[in-house]
């Protein structure tokens, strides 16, 4: 059966500039290829205008409807950040803030439309706290419709108050290498068995 995915880099920095969390998807991306996942691209928020709100369209400009229809297009839907003031960026939270207008949309069997779709998170930073932004992110994306699996993450943390970025290790982390492609296993199986067996209605 064969899956897609989709993701999302809410790196400040614009598609202009290098970015760690581009790095980390490109690798998560990849090894959910290798389970048979196939990738539809990833945006740069940065780049785009979404604008403030918790409506799945804000008006004339507003670039999250195509967005939203990516989401909603693919298998898996992931996420990342880097880690800033231990929080996840401001670009992931205005996802998440427009991801609510989740509760109040149905599909044709009148269940919310992003379930039977998994979600994962990838987060970087030079400081901690990786496991609670992740905590933040899998919270809200449960709350809009996500399933969330098992090991459903993947991270780099660097030495804290330091400029080595995950951008600046061409061959990575081992143990990154290792929990992304756990993250790619899991929610390859989790997308896998939902395509086959959907949440009932009601």
Same mark, same amino acid.
């Given at each position: 059966?064969?899956?897609?995915?989709?993701?999302?880099?809410?790196?400040?920095?614009?598609?202009?500039?290098?970015?760690? &969390?581009?790095?980390?998807?490109?690798?998560?991306?990849?090894?959910?290829?290798?389970?048979? !996942?196939?990738?539809?691209? &990833?945006?740069?928020?940065?780049?785009? /205008?979404?604008?403030?709100? !918790?409506?799945?369209?804000?008006?004339?400009?507003? /670039?999250?409807?195509?967005?939203?229809?990516?989401?909603?297009?693919?298998?898996?839907?992931?996420?990342?950040?880097?880690?800033?003031?231990?929080?996840?960026?401001?670009?992931?939270?205005?996802?998440?803030?427009?991801?609510?207008?989740?509760?109040?949309?149905?599909? /044709?069997?009148?269940?919310?439309?992003?379930?039977?779709?998994?979600?994962?998170?990838? !987060?970087?930073?030079?400081?901690?706290?990786?496991?609670?932004?992740?905590?933040?992110?899998?919270?809200?994306?449960?709350?809009?419709?996500? &399933?969330?699996?098992?090991?459903?993450?993947?991270?780099?943390?660097?030495?804290?108050?330091?400029?080595?970025?995950?951008?600046?290790?061409?061959?990575?982390?081992?143990?990154?290498?290792?929990?992304?492609?756990?993250?790619?296993?899991?929610?390859?199986?989790?997308?896998?068995?939902?395509?086959?067996?959907?949440?009932?209605?009601?």
């Amino acid at each position: 059966m064969g899956l897609s995915a989709f993701a999302l880099n809410c790196s400040l920095k614009s598609s202009a500039e290098s970015s760690s &969390t581009e790095k980390l998807l490109d690798e998560l991306l990849f090894a959910l290829e290798e389970h048979g !996942v196939s990738g539809h691209g &990833t945006v740069r928020i940065a780049d785009c /205008d979404v604008r403030a709100g !918790v409506t799945s369209d804000e008006g004339s400009g507003d /670039d999250w409807p195509a967005i939203r229809r990516q989401i909603l297009a693919a298998d898996i839907f992931v996420l990342g950040t880097p880690i800033w003031l231990g929080h996840p960026s401001s670009h992931a939270q205005r996802v998440l803030e427009r991801l609510d207008a989740f509760h109040g949309e149905q599909d /044709d069997q009148g269940r919310m439309v992003s379930l039977d779709r998994v979600a994962l998170v990838a !987060v970087v930073g030079n400081e901690d706290g990786a496991h609670h932004v992740a905590a933040e992110l899998f919270q809200g994306l449960n709350d809009v419709g996500f &399933t969330i699996p098992a090991n459903g993450m993947t991270y780099w943390v660097g030495e804290a108050m330091h400029s080595t970025d995950y951008r600046d290790l061409p061959a990575g982390s081992e143990k990154t290498h290792a929990a992304t492609k756990l993250a790619a296993a899991q929610g390859a199986h989790l997308a896998r068995l939902l395509a086959g067996h959907a949440y009932p209605a009601g």
